[in-house]
């Protein structure tokens, strides 16, 4: 029983995640997956969420932010990532490396490095319970 709740809870996850990736971020990305979701027990309304984000060559994101409440841990798994988080400078990350997103920061800046190779990052999100979207594209 355990199991299939938590398969059920995943599957709800899920299709919430890949809900809330905005249709010219899924234009671009070759994968968005959600890989780990779980209320935080010592953290009353809190839950982690973690999604590896592929890119292909040249693949980028548009301009967009998280959940309000999100804090967000992203860790370069394969490649390189340019990052540009606010009105900070643009940094490449290269594999083994990391950067954060404090709630309510607006990410400028999310692309693959390079137009030759792919990417990929793990993201992970420490965002209120409550919050079902994700990420939010930029209005134009």
Do not use: W
């Amino acid at each position: 029983m355990r199991s299939t709740v938590r398969t059920c809870c995943l599957g709800l996850v899920l299709a919430v995640t890949v809900r809330c990736v905005p249709p010219g971020l899924a234009q671009s990305l070759e994968d968005v997956k959600l890989v780990f979701e779980h209320a935080i027990p010592n953290i009353d309304g809190k839950r982690l969420v973690a999604v590896v984000v592929n890119y292909p060559a040249g693949g980028k994101s548009a301009p967009h932010r998280h959940a309000g409440s999100a804090f967000i841990y992203a860790y370069v798994l394969s490649g390189a990532i340019r990052s540009q988080v606010d009105d900070g400078p643009a940094h490449v990350y290269q594999t083994g490396e990391g950067f954060y997103e404090e709630p309510g920061a607006h990410h400028r800046i999310s692309e693959n490095a390079s137009d030759k190779n792919p990417a990929s990052l793990l993201a992970v999100f420490v965002v209120d319970s409550a919050d079902t979207s994700l990420t939010t594209p930029d209005r134009k």
